[in-house]
């Protein structure tokens, strides 16, 4: 067992050894001690005065990155390359506000019915 005593709520955590735990990077980047609004981008964020002052394991971007999968790397450059193409000839609004979507947490976050975007041609 393990046990940690710097709890925010002053009790002692006593984990059980072969414990199978789920960490959900959604969930440890809206923490509010280590970001207060996580909805804002905020660069200060991440200037090296802030990142000193937080725990290490409160950012976990994207699993290992684009290393993560051998395909990856060339499937964000074809989302890149997609989008671009979109955004030059299109001006993209949003129909749903981020409070009405409902994540599904498979083994990527996404919304349970897609996210609907009205397309307005740009002249």
């Not at 976990?60 to 030059?88: D, H, M, Y």
Request: aromatic share 10%; net charge positive.
């Amino acid at each position: 067992m393990r046990i940690f005593p710097d709890h925010p709520s002053g009790t002692r955590i006593i984990l059980p050894r072969g414990l199978t735990a789920c960490i959900s990077p959604i969930s440890v980047a809206r923490d509010p001690r280590h970001w207060p609004r996580p909805d804002d981008f905020d660069p200060e964020n991440f200037e090296l005065d802030a990142i000193s002052r937080r725990d290490p394991f409160s950012y976990i971007p994207f699993a290992a990155g684009p290393r993560n999968c051998i395909g990856q790397k060339f499937a964000i450059l074809e989302e890149k390359t997609v989008l671009s193409w979109i955004f030059r000839k299109f001006h993209v609004e949003s129909l749903d506000t981020l409070r009405n979507r409902r994540p599904i947490p498979e083994l990527i976050l996404r919304p349970v019915d897609g996210i609907h975007v009205k397309l307005k041609r740009r002249f």
